[in-house]
């Protein structure tokens, strides 16, 4: 059973950091690409960044490029996501998600995804 769960969100004052983190399980974690999505009330989730298989290539959404940066551990099944210079329109819930995929490149559809974890809320105040 594949499990992919988020930790690490919480409530960050604007210009402050915050890192989450995914765990997961129940696939073999170096074959996978990773990506990070957040949604936020009344909007549509949007893709944030993500992570190829081996980590030699990352991509980001350009709102939030430069701040933020993806990184990933195969050994302990983790992928985290460094978040820097935070935004009140960083505001959402964050979610990870999973694509068995050994590709040089980083999608950023969320159908594209097969596996998703719950979420972690992230807020920003001003």
């Known amino acids: 059973q594949v499990q992919l769960v988020e930790s690490g969100g919480g409530s960050v004052q604007a210009g402050g950091s915050l890192r989450l983190s995914c765990a997961a399980s129940?696939?073999?974690?170096?074959?996978?690409?990773m990506g990070w999505f957040r949604q936020a009330p009344g909007k549509e989730r949007e893709f944030v960044g993500g992570i190829n298989w081996s980590g030699s290539i990352t991509g980001y959404a350009d709102s939030v490029k430069g701040r933020f940066t993806i990184s990933r551990e195969n050994a302990k099944n983790t992928v985290s996501l460094q978040m820097n210079s935070v935004k009140p329109e960083d505001t959402a819930l964050y979610y990870c998600?999973?694509?068995?995929?050994?590709?040089?490149?980083?999608?950023?559809?969320?159908?594209?995804?097969?596996?998703w974890g719950q979420g972690t809320q992230v807020t920003v105040s001003s």
């Open positions: 129940g696939l073999t974690f170096a074959r996978i690409t």
């Open positions: 998600a999973a694509r068995i995929s050994r590709e040089y490149v980083v999608r950023d559809r969320d159908y594209e995804y097969t596996y």
